[in-house]
């Protein structure tokens, strides 16, 4: 089993800044697994980022150019820096393990003023 453990949400202004980690334990085999989803209010759960082809990220339309991941793989660990952030990033955010279909609890992040 995957247990994976998100942090880092909170109330943010719009144009504001946060950062999410996500901690993977347990038969985690590499973080390069990791994935970024969202659900917002009312919505489906989408992909943010999600690991392409030769070690790079794919980020859905909505969110290029603005969130960007990184991994330390010392600490089994995956963040989401979120920049200009927006209202319609109002959502849970969850950490996927992709092999074992794990997910985290979320954790949520409000964008408003």
């Known amino acids: 089993q995957v247990q994976l453990v998100e942090s880092g949400g909170g109330l943010v202004q719009p144009g504001g800044s946060l950062s999410l980690s996500c901690v993977a334990s347990?038969?985690?085999?590499?973080?390069?697994?990791l994935a970024w989803y969202r659900q917002a209010p009312g919505k489906q759960r989408e992909a943010v980022a999600t690991?392409?082809?030769?070690?790079?990220?794919i980020y859905a339309d909505a969110v290029k150019g603005r969130f960007t991941i990184s991994r330390d793989s010392a600490k089994n660990t995956m963040y989401l820096q979120m920049n200009s952030l927006k209202p319609e990033d109002t959502a849970v955010y969850y950490c996927?393990?992709?092999?074992?279909?794990?997910w985290g609890q979320g954790t949520q992040v409000t964008v408003s003023s």
């Open positions: 996927k393990e992709l092999r074992t279909d794990s």
């Open positions: 347990g038969s985690i085999l590499s973080i390069t697994t």
């Open positions: 690991p392409g082809r030769g070690g790079s990220t």
